[in-house]
């Protein structure tokens, strides 16, 4: 495991963002983990999870021009990673959406640098790949080309299929998913943490059950 993918693990679990216990996703699966990316909410530790986003990029190594935030999660996420990539010598430009078009002012549902070139996605997790498929659409109707999808964490569990909700968007799409950390990589966390030990075999279980092959 990279180190940066390792500290983000350990700094999500100091902010109490990534919680150990029984708990119910969307799919109605009863999860030893959650991850709540909304719990990063004051200045240091949004700034802290940018720099961490920032790594990830550019460890990833994918080109690309423009950062897009999707409304609402996204807009914080781009923002402040652009910040971190300028602070790391890659100044880009962000843009973000809003969920209602404005008629005054500048009008338009986009809001910042123009949507063109090469363009990053920035979310929080993916669910069920509806949001990227917006951002998607969107970035195509301006003329750009979606270089991939910057997400926290990948939880590598199934969808409805086969595939997790990561592999059906870089199947539909052709674009690279790019994680912080994935639940591999906090299974190997886990293994090297005694205080968590506890919580090893259950998530071991629940990918088990529910992760792709």
Do not use: C, W
Not at 65 to 94: M, Q, R, S, W
Not at 173 to 186: N, Y
Not at 193 to 202: F, G
């Amino acid at each position: 495991m990279s180190d940066f993918r390792r500290e983000f693990i350990e700094f999500a679990v100091a902010q109490k963002v990534l919680m150990f216990g029984d708990f119910v996703t969307k799919a109605g699966r009863n999860s030893p983990y959650f991850f709540n990316a909304g719990l990063f909410s004051d200045g240091s530790s949004v700034g802290e999870l940018a720099r961490f986003y920032a790594q990830a990029a550019l460890a990833a190594g994918v080109q690309f021009d423009v950062l897009f935030g999707p409304a609402y999660k996204g807009i914080v996420l781009a923002a402040a990673t652009a910040v971190k990539l300028a602070e790391a010598g890659h100044n880009v430009p962000f843009v973000y959406n809003r969920k209602e078009a404005k008629d005054h002012g500048e009008g338009g549902v986009l809001v910042g640098a123009p949507l063109k070139g090469r363009v990053l996605i920035i979310d929080d997790v993916i669910s069920a790949g509806t949001s990227v498929r917006e951002s998607v659409n969107m970035i195509r109707a301006a003329g750009a080309e979606p270089a991939g999808v910057l997400i926290a964490l990948d939880r590598m569990e199934r969808g409805q299929g086969a595939l997790s909700a990561v592999q059906e968007v870089q199947q539909q799409f052709g674009i690279p998913v790019i994680p912080i950390a994935t639940l591999k990589d906090l299974i190997g966390y886990l293994a090297d943490s005694p205080q968590l030990a506890d919580n090893l075999d259950k998530v071991k279980a629940y990918r088990s059950q529910y992760g792709i092959e």
